[in-house]
């Protein structure tokens, strides 16, 4: 079974560009998340999907960061404009409507 | 406000120690637990879960965990790790029903040969 694709997995850009992450969730599971995970801390959730309709966005920083998920599949998460503090890892991850997340590799993302 | 804590973020052991990792949450009501790994170069997988029954649980690799209700603790345990458990353990709480994980900060583990 493939697992959850994310691209790119590194990203360097400076504060105030706009970025885009895309994940391909596994084929078959209905909820989708990212994560965001700064140095030295756990991950944090900031929007949940299922199917294609917004679960949880409440820790999601709406003035900068949106998300989409078409069709209920592909997923992608921008965020304009950036700042320094947005430097971290996003991951992605999906699973089964209520069952154990399976993560993507992450992109790193560096704002300088 | 709602939590996981772990502490001693950074474990050195010698193959064969006994390895202990702590996890405490602040939630009320029904909880599922999770301990994920992430070795390194790798993403974050499953080590093991819980839902509900028997609160020792055993994932891979020989990690087990215990939930004790009373004291909001999922501890993992292996009685003696091998150089190949160098990794980041994190645990993570959900609250039954919504599947949204809130994780600690994570326990960067290194073994030694």
């Known amino acids: 079974e493939a697992g959850v694709a994310q691209s790119p997995r590194y990203k360097i850009i400076e504060k105030r560009q706009s970025v885009a992450f895309w994940c391909n969730p596994i084929?078959?599971?209905?909820?989708l998340y990212w994560y965001q995970q700064i140095l030295g801390q756990g991950p944090k959730l900031l929007i949940q999907?299922?199917?294609?309709?917004?679960?949880?966005d409440s820790q999601l920083p709406k003035d900068r960061f949106s998300a989409e998920r078409l069709k209920g599949v592909d997923s992608t998460l921008k965020i304009q404009p950036a700042k320094l503090e947005d430097s971290a890892v996003y991951l992605c991850?999906?699973?089964?409507?209520?069952?154990?997340?399976?993560f993507g590799p992450g992109t790193r993302l560096t704002v300088t | 406000a709602q939590s996981v804590s772990q502490h001693n973020h950074h474990v050195i052991l010698s193959e064969a120690a006994s390895l202990e990792l702590g996890c405490n949450y602040s939630?009320?009501?029904?909880?599922?637990l999770f301990w994920y790994v992430q070795y390194p170069g790798q993403h974050l997988q499953l080590l093991l879960k819980?839902?509900?029954?028997?609160?020792l649980v055993k994932g891979i690799k020989g990690f087990e965990a215990e939930f004790i209700k009373s004291k909001f603790s999922f501890n993992l345990r292996k009685p003696s790790v091998q150089w190949s458990d160098t990794a980041e353990y994190f645990c993570?709480?959900?609250?039954?029903?919504?599947?949204?994980?809130?994780f600690g900060k994570g326990n960067q583990v290194v073994v030694i040969p």
């Open positions: 993570a709480v959900s609250l039954y029903g919504n599947n949204r994980l809130a």
């Open positions: 999907f299922q199917n294609n309709g917004v679960v949880d």
């Open positions: 991850a999906s699973s089964p409507i209520r069952d154990e997340q399976y």
């Open positions: 939630y009320g009501g029904t909880v599922n």
């Open positions: 819980y839902f509900s029954g028997d609160p």
């Open positions: 084929s078959g599971h209905a909820t």
